[in-house]
């Protein structure tokens, strides 16, 4: 029942108090940030950020990639289309050759995006231009490519990652230092693409064989159930997808456990613009001993992280994860 309007204001004299120091608090004079003069490394820098919140998630992932690759364990990057668009290929392809990242794992459009970069040198076309003419989508060459990567892929059972990174491989791409699929390929790591049917610019075309699709993308979810089954301990790193390999990852965690296999210790990490349903429950509560959200530009975030894990690594190249999977 609500107090009556008239009612007097309470006396405040006789109040318990006790002694600021007594108190328990959450934040420290030593937690605060630290002003670091302009010449400080990344590492430093990143050190001298307030000890909390999000600044406390960023040095935990740089930790646990760092022990990660001193450890010898799997560190898989799975990432949707926006982080080859904003330009972030680069520092993924870097960790492959460094050996920090033993396996790739793409949805369609970030397969897409990285095979025209490294083709054409240019990739994200202007969807409100062209679609009310019937053009969007319509680019010969991406269409070429992927038609014959799924075939090639599942007549031969390699999967549609290995059999695009092969491609690749062959046509003597102008721009390959722009690809993670080639970078892969010639790293000698698995690299799995996952397709959703109806969601890429590829499957409007109709020489793209759906039943290849679907077989080469199907080989390539088993091979990424061989690298699921290495990652107790290891890291997952789940880049802006915010559906398609969330649930991925949920099914292959799901045959792995089936098999009897043990994912203890596993770390799941989620960097996206915004929070995300399935990135939380599907990545970072279900399947992982500890779940770590980054939010925040793929743009942004990524080059740091990257340049903060460089602190902590030697120059190191080898990926022991690349032989146990190869076969699978």
């Known amino acids: 029942m609500l107090a009556d309007s008239n009612m007097k204001p309470f006396d405040l004299h006789g109040l318990?108090?006790?002694?600021?120091?007594?108190?328990?608090?959450?934040?420290?004079?030593?937690?605060?940030?630290?002003?670091?003069?302009?010449?400080t490394s990344i590492g430093s820098w990143l050190d001298a950020l307030p000890r909390c919140l999000a600044a406390n998630d960023l040095r935990k992932v740089r930790d646990h990639l760092c022990r990660a690759k001193r450890d010898g364990r799997t560190v898989v990057a799975a990432l949707g289309g926006h982080v080859i668009k904003t330009g972030c290929g680069p520092y993924l392809i870097d960790w492959v050759k460094r050996g920090l990242v033993n396996a790739v794992v793409l949805n369609g459009a970030a397969a897409i995006h990285d095979f025209e970069l490294a083709f054409a040198g240019k990739t994200s076309e202007d969807v409100s231009s062209t679609l009310a003419s019937g053009k969007f989508g319509m680019a010969r060459e991406t269409a070429d490519a992927f038609a014959l990567a799924s075939r090639t892929g599942a007549e031969h059972e390699t999967g549609l990652g290995a059999a695009l990174g092969k491609h690749l491989d062959a046509i003597g791409c102008p721009h390959p230092d722009q690809s993670l699929v080639l970078a892969a390929h010639r790293a000698g790591i698995p690299c799995t693409i996952h397709v959703a049917l109806g969601t890429d610019i590829v499957h409007m075309?109709?020489?793209?064989?759906?039943?290849?699709?679907g077989e080469a993308s199907m080989i390539d979810f088993r091979r990424l159930c061989s690298v699921v089954s290495t990652m107790q301990h290891g890291v997952w790193l789940n880049l802006g997808s915010a559906v398609v390999l969330p649930?991925?990852?949920?099914?292959?965690?799901s045959v792995v456990h089936n098999f009897g296999h043990m994912l203890d210790g596993l770390v799941s990490v989620t960097l996206d613009k915004q929070s995300q349903y399935r990135n939380r429950v599907n990545v970072l509560d279900r399947p992982s001993a500890e779940g770590i959200e980054l939010i925040g530009h793929h743009e942004i975030l990524l080059p740091l992280l990257h340049a903060a894990v460089a602190q902590g690594l030697p120059s190191v190249v080898g990926n022991p994860v690349a032989e146990q999977t190869k076969a699978a």
């Not at 649930?247 to 965690?253: D, G, H, P, Q, R």
Request: glycine fraction near 4%; hydrophobic fraction near 45%.
């Open 247 to 253: 649930e991925v990852f949920l099914k292959a965690v």
């Open 16 to 39: 318990k108090t006790y002694d600021l120091a007594s108190r328990p608090s959450k934040v420290f004079v030593d937690d605060v940030g630290q002003v670091v003069p302009a010449d």
């Open 205 to 213: 075309h109709p020489h793209v064989s759906g039943a290849a699709l």
